[in-house]
């Protein structure tokens, strides 16, 4: 998390230091040791790597429209803190994000989506209600915060790995959401 801020700093700043993905390539080849996984929305805004300053190597990333939990980004993570030892894991959400407005639109609208998209909007609609019941200002904002906020508490007590290893603690599940006007990271 040190490192992730720290990075996070840099990036704000203006004073990001990542930049040259040809160096130390070879040295790469033998495997990895990063040191956080972030499931992060799909956003072409939202770059964790450079949010966070952070060079090959440093983040497994995983990223899904809406920051959303579901088995292949869960197995992902998995794979991430039992074989590589990954020990923070980050959800981001991220400011006026598609996926929640969409959500939030089905909600109200009684909307059907074309597609696949009713399933990954299923998984965003508990965060729009139980958001909505607060009865926010800015619903789209608090239903971020509520959607980043589930997926944490579901991702940490997901049986069998990962609730095990943040037991043994092995691994530390966290979340942030992304301002995408200002680039500040705000842990939720
Ligand atoms: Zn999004």
Do not use: W
Not at 27 to 48: E, H, K, M, N
Not at 58 to 65: G, H, P, Q, S, T
Not at 167 to 186: L, Q, R
């Amino acid at each position: 998390m040190k490192r992730l801020m720290a990075g996070h700093a840099k990036y704000l700043a203006g004073q990001a230091s990542v930049g040259n993905y040809a160096a130390g390539r070879a040295g790469r080849a033998g495997g990895q040791t990063p040191i956080a996984a972030i499931l992060s929305c799909a956003d072409s805004r939202v770059l964790p790597e450079l949010i966070f300053n952070q060079g090959p190597g440093d983040l497994f990333v995983v990223r899904v429209a809406g920051n959303v939990e579901n088995a292949d980004g869960l197995a992902s993570l998995e794979y991430g803190t039992e074989v590589l030892g990954i020990p923070l894991i980050m959800v981001m959400g991220h400011s006026n994000c598609g996926a929640v407005a969409a959500a939030i639109k089905v909600h109200r609208e009684n909307l059907v989506l074309p597609g696949h998209l009713p399933g990954l909007i299923d998984l965003l609609l508990p965060a729009v209600k139980k958001a909505e019941a607060t009865k926010p200002a800015n619903l789209l904002a608090a239903a971020t915060i509520e959607n980043v906020r589930a997926t944490v508490a579901t991702i940490a007590a997901s049986d069998p790995l990962i609730a095990a290893a943040v037991k043994a603690g092995k691994v530390k599940v966290v979340g942030s959401v992304y301002d995408v006007p200002t680039g500040k990271v705000t842990l939720v």
